[in-house]
């Protein structure tokens, strides 16, 4: 159980330092909102997936785990995701849209790139 626990948070933590990393790209290149805009498409994939995975962790640890409880986590994750992208297009009036879904892609794609570096 402490190797499952152990890949989620790292996977969590592949997506989080591929967001700071494409965010601080993207503050060079584009400046401070396409920085913010990077980071904020990075959060709203983040946060929903840290929580799922210490739900999951706490579900394991409690002995309650089962397969329609990962169904009913990974339905809020999605809800969250989508609430958090709304909020951050909402609230955040100078939105660069390709770097807000470039920050999207690279929190999503973060454990692929580690896999390919790793082989």
Known sequence: MSFMRGSMFNAVLHQCVATIIAAALAGIWLGQ?????VGLGGAAIVIPNAMFAL?????????????????VGEFFKIIATLM???????AYQQLHWLAFLAGMVIA????????????
């Open 33 to 37: 909102h396409g920085a913010v805009s």
């Open 84 to 90: 958090l992208l709304v909020i951050a297009v909402g």
């Open 108 to 119: 999503l794609k973060a454990n692929l790139f580690v896999i390919l570096i790793k082989a």
């Open 55 to 71: 739900k999951l962790i706490l579900a394991a640890r409690s002995g309650t785990a089962s397969a329609s409880g990962f169904l």
